[in-house]
C-alpha cells in the first residue's frame, strides 16, 4: 500500500509500506475515501517542528472498514466510519468526562509511536490501522452519498475544533462573537458559532475568497486589520464593548493577545490553535477585565454524533472549506497549495 | 472624623481627617457600621506595594446612610446598606453585563483617587462618601440583628469573591471541588462550593484552625501539602483523575501551578487571587488538558443579592471568617494580627 511520509522540511513524499495490520484485537483496518492537510501538518512540514527520521503523517480521515480484530464490537468491514484525529478508548473516566484527547488509551493518528510503543499509522495514506475502534470511530448506518463525504471529512478535525473553539468560548443564542484565524478551524468556527445561535459574528480576515466563506458561513462583519489594532476597530464596530466571545484560531502570542483585546469584560476566549508563543497569558490585564480562557485540543470524538446529524440533514455545509482537491499521488502538491495558501484546505483521495 | 491612613511597610495609623463630604450628587454618606482588613490590603501593608503618600485605606463596610446627594433614589438616611469593594453606577454597559468591576464610572474604594480626579476614601474610617451611591449600595428593608453583621460584611468582598471564584470555575451540583488558599478568601469559596452543590471538596490547608472552618463551611477532605506534591496528593486522593473544578484564591505562581495541576483534563480554575507573579499562563499545558481558567476582580455587587437572601435566612454564614474583633482605634493591631496570621480576618467597629 502507500503511504505520505514526511521526510524533513518541504520534503513530503508518497511511499509503498507495508500493508496496513491488526496489531491488537481492539484494532481495525479502514480503508481510506477521503483525507486531508491540516494547518498543522504545517508545522512540521515547514521544519518549525523537527522530524528526526521519515514520519507517518496526516490525522484526518474518512473511510470504509475493511477489516476488524477479534474485539471490536462497534463497527463491521463495509461500514463508512469517521475517525477523529485522535484515537480513545471510550471509556475511560476522561472520555465518559467527554475529553477524550486525555483518554488513558489514547493517542494521536500520525505521531509515529503511542505510548505502548506501538506503531501508529498517518492517515494520508491508502489504508489506516485505527487503535481502539470501538472507541474511536463514529460508524454511519448507510453509505453517504459522495457530495458529502468533504463535510463528513471535517468532524474528523477542522469542524470539531471549530465548535470547540465556540463552546469553550461559551457562545449561546444571542452572542457577538469575534474569530481570530480565517483558515479552515476559524471558518468552522464562524459555522458553529452560527449553529450556537450567535447573533452577530465577526471574523478578522484579509483575504477576499476567505472573507466571502466566512460570510457564507454566517459572520455579519468582517475586520481586515490585524493584532491590537485589530481589536480596537472590532471594539469600535460593537459600540465599544468588545465580543461576548472570541474564538482564537491561530496559535501565536499575537492573535492570543488579538483575542485577549477583542473581548469585553466578563467575556470568554476559546482557544485552539495550537500555542507556539513562547510566553504565557498576560494573568494580571485578564485579572482585571475577568476574561477567561479555555480550549485546548478538541475531544472531536465527543462532537462528531451531533454535528454529523446537522451534515447529514443539510443544516451544515463545512466542507465547504476544502476548496482543493488532489489524488494521494500529489499529496506533494496538496502540501504546497496549502504552504503558498493558495488553498484554504487540500482534500486527498486514495 | 476618623480614617485609618497607610503610611508605609508596617505604618498604619488612624488619623483625624476632614469629615466626610458629598463631593457629588449621585454621592451618599455612610456611617460605618462595620469594616475589616482584606488579604490583599496586607500587599502594600508589608511594602509588596509601593505607598508613595499616606492614603486612605479599606474597601469593605457595612453601615447607615447618614445623608444623600440630591440625585440619590435607591438609598435613604437611616437605611442599613452594604458597599461592595468597588463602587459602579449600575447601568453602563459592564454593569448591565453583571461585571460592575468594569463599570465605566466605577471605582476601588480605598485608592486613593479616581480616573475623574475625585478622591475616593478608603472603608476603614468612621464615615465613607460612597461615589454612585445607587448603582453601588445594596440596602436592606430592615435593620438587622448585630448578630448578622459579620456575614452581611463578608458581602463587600470575602464571600462574594469566594463565590465568584466558585461560579468562574463552574461548580455545578456533584461537582468535585478543590480549593488553593484557606485565608478568609479560600474558606469562603469553600462555602460557595457546597451553597453551589458540589459533592466532594478538597480544602488545602496545613492550620488547624482554618482546616477546621474549612470543615464547618463544607470541605469533605484536607491535604496538607502544597504546591504540585499536593496536587499530586490530590489527584490519588481523586482516584487519579483532579478536581472538576479548582478555586485559586492565593494569586502566586505557585498557587496557580498548584490548581492547574489538580485540575482534570477538561476541568476549570477559578482565579481570584490577585496575580502577583511574573509569569503569565502555562498555556501549551493548559492546551493538552483541555484546562480553562476564569475569574479576576470579583464583581461582589452583582452578587450580593442572591447571596444576602441566604445571610438573612441563615442559610449560610460567611461571618464566621471573623476570628479576631478591634476597635477602629486598635486598626494597627488588627493589621499585626493578619500580618503574623493569628487572625484569619480581622473585623473593625468605629
Given at each position: 500500500m502507500?503511504?505520505?511520509?514526511?521526510?524533513?522540511?518541504?520534503?513530503?513524499?508518497?511511499?509503498q509500506?507495508?500493508?496496513?495490520?491488526?496489531l491488537e484485537?481492539?484494532?481495525?483496518?479502514?480503508?481510506?475515501?477521503?483525507?486531508?492537510v491540516?494547518?498543522?501538518d504545517?508545522?512540521?512540514?515547514?521544519g518549525?517542528?523537527?522530524?528526526?527520521?521519515?514520519?507517518?503523517?496526516?490525522?484526518?480521515?474518512?473511510?470504509?472498514?475493511?477489516?476488524?480484530?477479534?474485539?471490536?464490537?462497534?463497527?463491521r468491514?463495509?461500514?463508512?466510519?469517521?475517525?477523529p484525529?485522535?484515537y480513545?478508548d471510550?471509556?475511560?473516566?476522561?472520555?465518559?468526562?467527554?475529553?477524550?484527547?486525555?483518554?488513558?488509551?489514547?493517542?494521536?493518528?500520525g505521531?509515529?509511536?503511542?505510548?505502548?510503543?506501538r506503531?501508529?499509522?498517518?492517515?494520508?495514506?491508502e489504508?489506516?490501522?485505527?487503535?481502539?475502534?470501538?472507541?474511536?470511530?463514529?460508524?454511519l448506518?448507510?453509505?453517504?452519498?459522495?457530495?458529502?463525504?468533504?463535510?463528513?471529512?471535517?468532524?474528523?478535525?477542522?469542524?470539531?475544533?471549530?465548535?470547540?473553539?465556540?463552546?469553550?468560548?461559551?457562545?449561546?443564542?444571542?452572542?457577538?462573537?469575534?474569530?481570530?484565524?480565517?483558515?479552515?478551524?476559524?471558518?468552522?468556527?464562524?459555522?458553529a458559532?452560527?449553529?450556537?445561535?450567535?447573533?452577530?459574528i465577526?471574523?478578522?480576515?484579509?483575504?477576499?475568497d476567505?472573507?466571502?466563506?466566512?460570510?457564507?458561513?454566517?459572520?455579519?462583519?468582517?475586520?481586515?486589520?490585524?493584532?491590537?489594532?485589530?481589536?480596537k476597530?472590532?471594539v469600535?464596530?460593537?459600540?465599544?464593548?468588545?465580543?461576548?466571545?472570541?474564538l482564537?484560531?491561530?496559535?501565536t502570542?499575537?492573535?492570543?493577545?488579538?483575542?485577549l483585546?477583542?473581548?469585553?469584560?466578563?467575556?470568554?476566549v476559546?482557544y485552539?490553535?495550537?500555542?507556539?508563543?513562547?510566553?504565557?497569558?498576560p494573568?494580571?490585564?485578564?485579572?482585571?477585565?475577568?476574561?477567561?480562557?479555555?480550549?485546548?485540543?478538541?475531544?472531536?470524538?465527543?462532537?462528531?454524533?451531533?454535528l454529523?446529524?446537522?451534515?447529514?440533514?443539510?443544516?451544515?455545509?463545512?466542507g465547504?472549506?476544502?476548496?482543493?482537491?488532489?489524488a494521494l499521488?500529489?499529496?506533494?502538491?496538496?502540501?504546497?497549495?496549502?504552504?503558498?495558501?493558495?488553498?484554504i484546505?487540500?482534500?486527498?483521495r486514495?
Amino acid at each position: 500500500m502507500h503511504a505520505t511520509l514526511l521526510h524533513g522540511p518541504r520534503d513530503i513524499r508518497l511511499e509503498q509500506v507495508p500493508d496496513a495490520e491488526l496489531l491488537e484485537p481492539t484494532d481495525a483496518i479502514v480503508k481510506v475515501v477521503a483525507a486531508c492537510v491540516c494547518g498543522s501538518d504545517l508545522w512540521p512540514y515547514r521544519g518549525v517542528k523537527e522530524t528526526t527520521e521519515p514520519t507517518r503523517i496526516g490525522h484526518e480521515l474518512v473511510g470504509i472498514v475493511e477489516e476488524v480484530g477479534s474485539a471490536v464490537r462497534g463497527v463491521r468491514p463495509g461500514q463508512f466510519v469517521i475517525a477523529p484525529f485522535v484515537y480513545s478508548d471510550g471509556d475511560c473516566v476522561h472520555c465518559r468526562n467527554k475529553i477524550h484527547t486525555s483518554c488513558v488509551n489514547g493517542g494521536v493518528f500520525g505521531a509515529g509511536k503511542a505510548r505502548s510503543g506501538r506503531p501508529v499509522d498517518g492517515c494520508q495514506a491508502e489504508y489506516v490501522t485505527i487503535p481502539q475502534a470501538d472507541g474511536t470511530l463514529v460508524g454511519l448506518d448507510e453509505t453517504p452519498d459522495d457530495r458529502l463525504v468533504p463535510s463528513l471529512l471535517t468532524l474528523s478535525d477542522v469542524m470539531a475544533t471549530g465548535h470547540h473553539a465556540a463552546v469553550s468560548a461559551r457562545v449561546v443564542a444571542g452572542s457577538t462573537v469575534a474569530v481570530v484565524g480565517d483558515g479552515a478551524v476559524g471558518l468552522s468556527g464562524v459555522l458553529a458559532a452560527r449553529r450556537l445561535g450567535a447573533e452577530r459574528i465577526v471574523a478578522f480576515s484579509r483575504h477576499a475568497d476567505r472573507q466571502a466563506l466566512a460570510r457564507e458561513f454566517g459572520a455579519t462583519d468582517v475586520v481586515e486589520t490585524r493584532g491590537r489594532d485589530g481589536a480596537k476597530e472590532l471594539v469600535e464596530l460593537l459600540g465599544g464593548i468588545g465580543a461576548d466571545a472570541v474564538l482564537e484560531c491561530v496559535g501565536t502570542e499575537e492573535s492570543m493577545a488579538q483575542a485577549l483585546a477583542a473581548t469585553r469584560p466578563g467575556g470568554m476566549v476559546g482557544y485552539v490553535g495550537v500555542p507556539h508563543g513562547e510566553d504565557g497569558l498576560p494573568l494580571q490585564r485578564m485579572f482585571g477585565k475577568n476574561v477567561g480562557v479555555a480550549g485546548g485540543v478538541a475531544p472531536a470524538r465527543a462532537y462528531i454524533p451531533e454535528l454529523l446529524t446537522d451534515v447529514l440533514d443539510g443544516t451544515i455545509d463545512p466542507g465547504r472549506v476544502f476548496d482543493r482537491e488532489f489524488a494521494l499521488a500529489d499529496v506533494a502538491d496538496a502540501y504546497t497549495a496549502m504552504d503558498e495558501r493558495t488553498a484554504i484546505k487540500s482534500l486527498l483521495r486514495p
